[in-house]
């Protein structure tokens, strides 16, 4: 609770951020009660004589339309639940395996940690869209497999950097001092190495938030994704926005923004969050203080005045 | 020789034995990946009385510290005895060796690198409380942290800032804090002023002390600041390249060295009075300490003795009483 006061005082961006990033969850999860269209029997109703309006022309549809007369604004809240349920829970999921693969190597290490390191190797031997592939050509389509699917290649490769950072955790002189206290290996661990690697793993699972949602994107192209017909952000870029770039710009650019307001603000919250939980920066450093911002200003732009005030004198 | 070691083992006061203690570490070097053995700890024998200090002193890679790491079973001996209390360290298990911590404590050197970043002060203090579930209950803990504090010379408000607020010389308290938190009898502190400025050192020995005094605690204290070294404790031991080369008292040390090491240590180290400091005839020793993947043959120090002559450098001299419980290991002093 102290943590939540604390974004919103001192970093006031990270807290709004973190609004935003709620209200994404929100619409995602009341798709049905916002939509202005609601499904009908798991489809959009279409209109094709209605197809291709321009957004903010028509009040019925304020976003505008796609080909087939959809209404842009329904599709895009119910593409949300897809997409936004999708980033976070597959982010969520590749942030534990990784945490958790890479921390055991790490602080276990000998024979434990070579073997695991040669797994890891082997994964990241193959191509990453054909692994990709080939997972959700075992499982199937659907939104759980797709989950799975990205998590599971993404959280082995991503061990590899917490295993670095934990190992270097592992070796100084607190961990040594844990043992000397008579500590055993899971205590080093989760006392000592995880809340010391948190800010890597903070920052890179904020930033990895927005390349789910292009990585959903490109297997719907390939026509791995979700079952055909739901709606999802990448599946209209690559789908229907990209065939019809120059006469429909917008059915890129709204589900574009949304994409980039979603990275954004899972990257900005992360990176307060990170600050906030550091002892020694006390969210002091780095925090996104207007009123700062407007004083450093001022003192900046004082000495030309006082430069100009002398040469009148 | 053999005599000399029972009556070693026979008082009843000491807290701590160690036997022909030897560390070598492998390393694998060459084309033909011969193993060979690093010998950090060759052959140490030492005792060590219950609320007494011994002194552990050398120049760097004499092997001190690894010997520190051996009393505390951080490092398992190639072989020799380690009897404390009554049990042989050797023989004790993982488990065993982690309940063991409670009694036998170290102290490193380091007291920017030894407290986590991200713990308070408190968490810090009472980290070895939790492991051992020595106390339960938050105030209990809480109670016990601020004692902690204000035995080591800070405040108990201090329990809830971070380390990184605290200068050298308060995060060696607040070591030094954590470890007696775990009411430890013996303490191995690996040159734990060493990191500090001179008038914080004075502070830290003078705590060390006072601690001593009060909890009945039993120190190694392992430095190579001779004066340091002198002050704390009762008895020390010399060593070079993995070996004890003179071990007694500290007056009788510092007054009588017997071995030419030692004398050429004391009369390195500076004294605080020019015109004595002047007058007196040093002895310099030349070269580096020899590597201990191959020590010299016979006497250890026989490559960079003045007084070497040919049986220092074919017979190793035995580590012997010359009365007094003075021991010393060289053929100059025990006679041809």
Redesign the interface.
């Known amino acids: 609770m102290q943590l939540l006061k604390d974004l919103f005082r001192k970093k006031t961006i990270g807290g709004i951020c973190l609004v935003i990033l709620i209200l994404f969850l929100l619409v995602a999860i009341f798709a049905d009660v916002i939509a202005p269209t609601p499904m009908v029997d798991g489809n959009l109703p279409m209109d094709v004589r209605a197809g291709l309006q321009k957004p903010f022309e028509n009040p019925a549809h304020l976003l505008g339309t796609d080909r087939l007369g959809m209404d842009l604004l329904s599709y895009m809240i119910y593409g949300a639940r897809t997409s936004v349920i999708l980033c976070v829970c597959c982010t969520l999921l590749s942030t534990v395996l990784s945490l958790v693969i890479g921390v055991l190597s790490a602080v276990i290490g000998g024979w434990f940690d070579l073997i695991v390191q040669r797994i890891v190797d082997a994964f990241g031997c193959i191509p990453q869209m054909l692994l990709l592939l080939i997972m959700m050509a075992m499982m199937g389509n659907g939104i759980p497999q797709m989950i799975i699917a990205l998590a599971v290649p993404s959280g082995i490769a991503g061990s590899r950097m917490v295993r670095s950072s934990a190992i270097s955790v592992k070796d100084?002189?607190?961990c040594?001092?844990?043992?000397?206290?008579?500590?055993?290996v899971l205590?080093k661990a989760f006392?000592?190495v995880v809340?010391?690697i948190m800010p890597l793993i903070i920052i890179s699972a904020a930033g990895s938030l927005g390349g789910v949602v292009m990585m959903e994107a490109s297997m719907n192209f390939l026509g791995y994704g979700v079952a055909p017909g739901t709606p999802s952000w990448g599946a209209l870029i690559t789908g229907q926005g990209r065939e019809l770039l120059f006469t429909a710009p917008w059915l890129c650019i709204v589900p574009g923004i949304a994409i980039a307001l979603l990275t954004f603000c899972s990257s900005m919250f992360g990176d307060a969050i990170r600050d906030l939980l550091?002892?020694?920066l006390k969210g002091g450093v780095g925090s996104y203080n207007t009123k700062k911002l407007n004083k450093v200003l001022a003192r900046l732009s004082r000495p030309s005045e006082a430069a100009a005030a002398e040469d009148v004198a | 020789m053999s005599e000399n070691k029972d009556v070693f083992l026979s008082n009843l006061d000491n807290i701590m034995t160690v036997r022909d203690l030897k560390m070598h570490f492998p390393i694998t070097r060459g084309l033909l990946k011969r193993t060979v053995g690093v010998k950090a700890v060759d052959g140490v024998s030492f005792n060590i009385k219950r609320g007494q200090t011994l002194g552990i002193v050398g120049e760097s890679g004499s092997g001190k510290t690894t010997v520190g790491n051996c009393l505390?079973r951080?490092l398992t001996p190639t072989s020799g005895d380690i009897v404390f209390e009554g049990t042989d360290l050797r023989d004790i298990d993982k488990k065993t060796m982690?309940?063991?911590?409670?009694t036998v404590?170290?102290i490193?050197q380091?007291p920017?690198?030894?407290?986590?970043?991200?713990?308070?002060v408190g968490d810090c203090i009472a980290?070895?409380l939790r492991?051992?579930h020595m106390i339960s209950g938050k105030e209990a803990i809480e109670e016990r942290v601020g004692h902690m504090l204000e035995m080591v010379g800070l405040r108990r408000d201090a329990a809830s800032r971070?380390p990184?607020e605290f200068s050298g010389g308060q995060r060696q308290r607040i070591?030094i804090a954590?470890s007696i938190a775990?009411q430890p009898s013996f303490i191995v502190c690996d040159e734990i002023v060493s990191a500090l400025d001179v008038s914080i050192q004075a502070q830290i020995i003078a705590l060390m002390m006072k601690l001593q005094e009060e909890l009945g605690l039993t120190y190694v204290f392992i430095g190579h600041d001779l004066s340091v070294v002198r002050f704390i404790s009762q008895n020390v031991a010399v060593m070079y390249l993995g070996k004890i080369m003179e071990l007694t008292n500290s007056d009788e040390l510092y007054d009588h060295p017997l071995h030419p090491y030692t004398q050429a240590l004391i009369s390195a180290a500076p004294i605080p009075d020019p015109i004595v400091d002047r007058a007196r005839e040093r002895i310099l020793l030349k070269g580096e300490i020899p590597s201990p993947i191959d020590p010299p043959k016979g006497c250890n120090f026989c490559t960079r003795c003045p007084y070497a002559d040919d049986r220092c450098r074919e017979e190793e001299p035995a580590f012997v009483d010359v009365g007094g419980d003075h021991f010393v290991a060289c053929h100059r002093v025990t006679g041809k």
Not at chain 1, 176 to 184: A, E, F, I, K, M
């Open positions: 100084s002189g607190y040594d001092n844990s043992d000397l206290l008579g500590g055993n205590w006392k000592h809340p010391n550091d002892p020694r | 505390i951080r982690r309940r063991m911590r409670r404590q170290m490193t380091d920017f690198a030894s407290l986590d970043p991200r713990f308070t980290e070895g492991i051992h971070y990184h070591s954590r775990l």
